[in-house]
């Protein structure tokens, strides 16, 4: 297949390069109205709280200010899409109470003609709080008599699933294996702050937003939900976007929401960019998980039983919980062919900052857990770590458990392979200099994550081909680019499928007045469900090219052939049209006809394809320090196929800088609910100097059920880093570093309590 | 059929209304982008000169200039689309010898940082030029010594016509009536200039071009052939316009090219916009005609013959030469059943500015002499002039001769009726105070226009309407609004349709990335061919939402009925389903279907209806001064159906003035090519003060092949206005005055000459 393609599998540049590169291209924050308003938000200081009382006249006689909104006005809206599908859940959006339960939650805004009078006017709100009980720690805040932060009480949602028979899968063990792992509260660090929107509520009834959302038709949903006016009135302009990652998923608690209604107030636009300090301190963050998992093998390292128990700080409410934890499950729980499973998740509200969604969903907190445990089942065993994953990995052909669908595409082993290989795994052993204090050590871990959410969400994708007269095409589609580069694989895919140059192919900026529906670029979803939509949208535009061509040529539809820009009879090749030509006469010369080419698709993928990947990492402990330093890492993803192969490698090595961040120094460290490193001084991500060589690898498995056999990405990128590099370190000194990240204070404290 | 509409057929406010009101609305003038260049064109002072040099040496070397370019370099591009269909035209389009044509032919161009180092450097551009003898009077540019403006001579077109025979027409008539007429060069004057773009050639190959053109996807071919990159590389976005009335049908001369070039040549986005000035001498006007007019008729009035001949000076530049013609004789010959008719056109350059399209095209001059022609019949023959048109109307199930279709709807005897009672036409006779100097007269006159181009030129349209999750639609279609309110229309039609209200209907931006082609706003096409284009996407999307509607409801489709939100049995309406949660199942629900309802139409109407008109004019002539002063106006169109009966009469109203205009006051004085009165305080626009009261009567004949049995309108208001008058100034005082405009002196030497 792959010798026939000629622009799917080609590097071409970024659509946006130029634009980039030359600082022209817009972001959200880069963006201005005429007569534009400045918003901020007053936010609590309390954890826990009712507001008795705010009085927001001093601030409204201020001469800057426009409008003001308080939380009695607004609704907060904080739900996934699931809510708006019952009216419970719907209810559960319109939280209009008058608590706060975080620090950093909004009470009221203000809109006003400039930032120093907004500023100026926050401190003249009046607000009387009656200080609640707080609880920050979810194993305490499931306690029987623990304070409540929501009337349900502190549950937000719990789930047991059990796969195969655990206590028979456990009674069939020889050996088993339970640990406790920990993990942090890391947050996406976008070059471009996450709140920042302006909203445009004119006259006329309709609702502009410029945001950088990841679901812009969605977020269209919400917002005439809460505004209470139809959903084609409100209209989403999504700019270029300076990373997302799962932040800009839904809304931003506090942003669009409060610009809306004071833009509907004052009758002006009204733009609110938060603060760096306000972006880590109230916008969502990855979940804290505390993981309980046993399992149980064969003498010969075959899993027979495994039981996971998740609880999940999923903070002051829980926009994602039930995601989240579902997510958590369906990429560990298909990962080994392990017949007996129970996943036990509880999703427990504190009165800490949000959490929500974060590349990878889940998956980086379960993995790290599982991953862990199987290195220390494979030492335990004395089983080489990659065949141990090789005994147990489910591929090609079985069925995945969570889903109920069968793997139709399976590169694992190859991504082992050739992980293995630019790693030296074979070395490891023999090439463990012990210089001074240092110690070097390998460590390597396996990972699934499916590709969309097909049968979990709703997951619609759509696109429009739209041919123009010299056989060039605008494609439309809804499909959000975050910058990963969305754009420009799905221009190659419709270039590939009406054999055209990519040159030839234009892409619609993302505004849904325009743009068919597209459920967002979240779920590492876009390359196999928006891939598959513009296939489809591609092949029906072709399909009536050809229909048109068979009349004109006064041949077969079925014998025609397309390529290089002509239609021709692939028995008799001289009888053929330029399409040019053709289209041409449809558009312009035939006066009877006067048609353009238009395809359409819409509707879901058929499936959900595991991406599959390895992580080899290899460490340099200090033990004097307890410092980790990361010589290198050797990652290899199975994408069916890769579309645009440097924007793979780009992504897989943007999203491994974070998965290194995870394992070894970010996460948000909060006090009495306070977050006390809400700043890049003090939450430390990798510096370009920082990030060790990474062997980016491409393992192609062609996904049949994809475009030109592609499937997803994103998420793997940075959900097995930790464990590889936990594992490494336990490697290189021994220490078994169970909560992440894995501090020099952890490996001190390790190496001291193993005596080393 | 007229009851059983909710949306057609009201008057609901326009889209724009609040943006207009508040002055939000952004127009091309309003436009500015960061980084942009100002330009400015260096026009020829001389009306036929070979440009022997241009050193633009010093002009580059002005501190703010980053660009030049000559029209050497930049192709003129003046042509009409019919002129992309062949390799001969296509060159003609890319005219770009050293030859200036008129006084203000576009010769170089700068582009700098502001306009003042644009204005600057424009001076420093040194040109040698050798002049040419020119010709400005296109009878003189016909002799065979005439200077030669272009290399095949100065006749740009000519055309012959027969139907019926002539001569034998000829020898029925019992008298036959023969007159001169002469017609002005009339200047569209839109509120906001026509020269405005914004050109932005961005460094990954795309032209983005903020253009007000009525013919946005044209264009768009237009640039990309002449930049020679692919089409889909060219974005055509239309800001508000500040009306069009032709003169942004196709490019302005030397505004998008230029622009065009200059943001390559800098790389930095070029705004151009001309003066008032520019506006008047240096874009297109309505073609003067002389027209010898000759009729046979019997005794009892009916038209046996008719011959018309047409000498149309066109200018420097042929754009729209073959189109104005053809549509002089497709909007003359068809009014009348008379048998035997010629037209015989010469479409002739001189050395004076452009010609183009002006609303009416052709019309508002041959109909000015055919229907003065008519009044003399009517006087001659002792017939009533209401009468003498009845007699002859081609009307009901009969063929227009000229583009061989059938007469669908025909409302010319309710306008002719309902004008005559509006007027008090019975009265005239006896209504006519002699009150000192001042005389009062009536005139009328009749009138047919085709609604768009099915026949004659490419005339596709298209539409996509989106379903949103409630029920609400978005809109997207490629029909510009040049403010007569487009979109408001199609947005009626669109809810009609859908069963949905007009505030559940959004329609999109006009913007080529986006929207699917569609041929323009021009010829009177998008209320009737854009409407079918809407209507039959609309009615994709509903047969979409009745089919699932039906597996839902496990009812037949036949059976189903949509009724206020809401998909019925209509044998048993209990068994119902409401859209809005139909579509929410599909697009979020039912996660096996994820689906958006998105309905597509393309292609032309299925015919050119005619508009039917009849205008009765009532007139104040001052037999001393010769001033006439139009006492009032009614007049009564048939649109088949009225969507909007406010818009259609504001438009008939808009289009009466610069009808009275024509008649009265208007047209550009050139001497020796040079235009004498380029500004408004010599060219005279009715002011609101000169505009009388104006009876708009709508009439609607239900047009069986349009939308809800609309036709078209707009270049109907302003065809017929000029005969009346004059039939009016006849009957007021004996003059018959034969070449517009009517100015005081016309009928003052008229006075003269017939001794009153």
Wanted: proline share 5%; glycine share 10%.
């Amino acid at each position: 297949m792959g010798d026939k393609l000629s622009v799917v599998g080609k590097s071409v540049l970024r659509m946006d390069a130029f634009d980039k590169v030359t600082g022209r291209a817009k972001f959200g924050i880069d963006l201005k109205m005429d007569d534009m308003l400045y918003a901020k938000l007053l936010r609590s200081p309390y954890p826990h709280a009712r507001v008795v009382k705010i009085d927001t006249t001093k601030a409204e006689s201020h001469p800057g200010v426009r409008a003001t909104a308080t939380l009695n006005e607004v609704p907060k809206v904080v739900g996934a899409i699931g809510k708006l599908m019952t009216e419970e859940g719907r209810a559960s959006l319109y939280l209009s109470d008058n608590i706060v339960r975080f620090i950093g939650d909004p009470v009221a805004a203000v809109a006003a003609e400039d930032e120093e009078s907004a500023e100026e006017a926050l401190s003249l709100i009046e607000v009387e709080y009656e200080q609640l009980p707080p609880v920050f720690d979810p194993v305490e805040a499931m306690a029987e008599n623990a304070p409540k932060i929501h009337e349900d009480g502190n549950i937000a949602f719990h789930m047991f699933t059990e796969f195969g028979d655990i206590d028979k899968g456990f009674k069939e063990a020889d050996h088993t294996f339970e640990d406790r792992f920990v993990t942090s509260k890391q947050k996406h660090c976008s070059m471009e702050p996450f709140g920042t929107c302006i909203a445009n509520y004119t006259l006329d009834g309709r609702l502009t937003v410029y945001s950088s959302s990841q679901r812009p038709h969605v977020i269209k949903k919400y917002l005439a939900g809460i505004l209470d006016i139809p959903i084609n009135k409100v209209r989403i302009i999504k700019p270029h976007t300076g990373g997302a990652f799962g932040g800009r998923d839904y809304l931003i608690h506090g942003l669009e929401t409060m610009c809306s209604f004071l833009s509907r107030k004052s009758a002006r636009p009204v733009r609110m960019s938060f603060t760096r300090e306000e972006d880590f301190t109230a916008t969502e963050a990855r979940h804290p998980f505390i993981i309980e998992m046993k399992a149980g093998a064969t003498k010969d390292g075959i899993l027979t039983a495994m039981s996971m128990k998740v609880i999940m700080d999923t903070g002051a409410y829980a926009p994602h919980a039930v995601g989240v934890l579902v997510n958590a499950m369906g990429n560990s729980v298909p990962l080994y062919r392990c017949p007996n499973v129970t996943f036990e998740g509880h999703a427990v509200h504190t009165n800490t900052s949000l959490c929500g969604a974060y590349r990878g969903y889940g998956n980086p907190q379960i993995n790290f857990a599982l991953e862990s445990l199987m290195d220390m089942i494979a030492e335990k065993l004395g089983i080489d770590p990659v065949e141990l994953r090789l005994k147990n990995h489910r591929g090609l052909g079985e069925i995945d458990p969570v889903i109920d669908d069968e793997i139709r595409s399976d590169g694992m082993k190859e991504c082992l392979k050739k992980g293995a290989e630019k790693s030296g795994w074979s070395k490891r052993g023999t090439r463990r200099p012990a210089t001074g204090t240092k110690r070097r050590g390998m460590g390597m871990s396996c990972l699934t994550h499916h590709s969309g959410g097909r049968f979990t969400i709703p997951d619609p994708a759509s696109a429009i081909v739209m041919f123009n007269s010299d056989g060039s095409v605008n494609l439309i589609t809804g499909a959000a680019d975050d910058g990963q580069g969305n754009k420009t694989v799905l221009a190659q895919i419709a270039a590939e499928e009406l054999g055209v140059a990519f040159e030839q192919v234009s892409v619609s900026d993302t505004d849904t007045d325009v743009t068919p529906f597209d459920s967002g670029t979240h779920a590492s979803r876009q390359t196999y469900a928006g891939g598959i939509a513009v296939k489809n949208a591609a092949a029906e535009a072709k399909a009536t090219l050809l229909r048109f061509a068979s009349q004109h040529l006064n041949v077969e539809e079925k014998r025609l052939g397309l390529k290089d820009g002509a239609v021709y009879d692939v028995k008799n090749p001289s009888t053929s049209i330029r399409v040019s030509a053709l289209l041409t006469m449809l558009q312009y010369e035939d006066k009877a006809i006067g048609k353009q080419i238009i395809g359409v698709a819409t509707g879901v993928a058929p499936s959900m394809p595991p991406i599959f990947g390895a992580n080899f990492a290899e460490v340099e402990v200090d033990t004097e320090t307890g410092e980790v330093r990361l010589i290198k890492l050797a990652c290899a993803f199975d994408v069916g196929r890769a579309i645009n192969p440097a924007l793979v490698e780009v992504q897989i090595i943007g999203g491994e800088v974070t998965g290194i961040g995870y394992a070894l120094t970010e996460g948000l460290v909060t006090k009495e609910g306070k977050v006390c490193n809400p700043n890049f001084t003090d939450y430390r991500i990798l510096r370009t100097c920082d990030v060790p060589p990474i062997d980016a690898i491409i393992v192609e498995s062609n996904e049949p059920t994809g475009a030109f056999g592609a499937k997803g990405l994103g998420e793997a990128t940075n959900s097995g880093t930790a464990a590889a590099i936990a594992n490494a370190v336990y490697d290189a000194v021994g220490v078994r570093v169970k909560e992440l990240p894995i501090t020099q204070e952890k490996v001190l404290d390790g190496l001291h309590s193993t005596g080393r």
